[in-house]
């Protein structure tokens, strides 16, 4: 799955599409982590936020225009990205993101012929496939592999008939020192 269609089987350019810090906390720390961890072991990460639009611009402040900004941003980086990468890995979660964010990124990866790796987060999984699932399945049902972090969210992509790879979420261990509590209480 990860072999490289070009660069004489060199390890494969990767688009990673997801939202980047700020905020802190979530998807934009996995994100952080596993673009860090690819291009330390030599893939070339080609980055597409969802968060495009600079978190101190003074457009954030007029919403509808902001969103529009936002998306015209991450769609501008998008395509690009999808035509230099191997492999298309978007981090995803419900309700509108997945249809501004999602949407389109798995889309420009299959239009450019790549792999699309579908990493969902998110708890309210079970009721956004619920009501959206008719929509959201056209998406769904042409990545190439589903990523979840849960044996919680694997039993609900189960239940819609989609199987789902499940792989723990990153934990930086040298972030968090042991410190020994004698007596433990």
Not at 21 to 43: D, I, K
Not at 107 to 130: D, P
Request: aromatic share 10%; with cysteine.
């Amino acid at each position: 799955f990860m072999k490289s269609t070009r660069n004489n089987g060199a390890l494969p350019a990767i688009c990673l599409v997801s939202e980047f810090s700020p905020p802190p906390g979530g998807m934009a720390v996995q994100a952080e982590m596993l673009t860090a961890g690819l291009r330390r072991e030599g893939h070339v990460v080609l980055v597409a936020p969802t968060n495009a639009l600079a978190h101190g611009s003074a457009w954030r402040r007029i919403p509808l225009l902001r969103g529009m900004l936002n998306l015209s941003l991450f769609l501008s980086r998008l395509w690009p990205a999808c035509f230099r990468a191997d492999v298309v890995h978007v981090f995803s979660h419900s309700w509108l993101s997945f249809f501004l964010f999602t949407f389109p990124a798995v889309a420009a990866g299959k239009v450019t012929r790549k792999r699309v790796i579908l990493h969902y987060h998110g708890g309210s999984a079970g009721a956004f496939l619920r009501r959206w699932f008719w929509l959201a399945r056209l998406a769904l049902e042409v990545a190439d592999r589903i990523v979840v972090p849960s044996g919680f969210l694997a039993a609900v992509f189960l239940r819609h008939h989609l199987r789902t790879v499940e792989i723990p979420n990153i934990l930086a261990l040298d972030s968090l020192p042991f410190r020994e509590r004698s007596p433990l209480q």
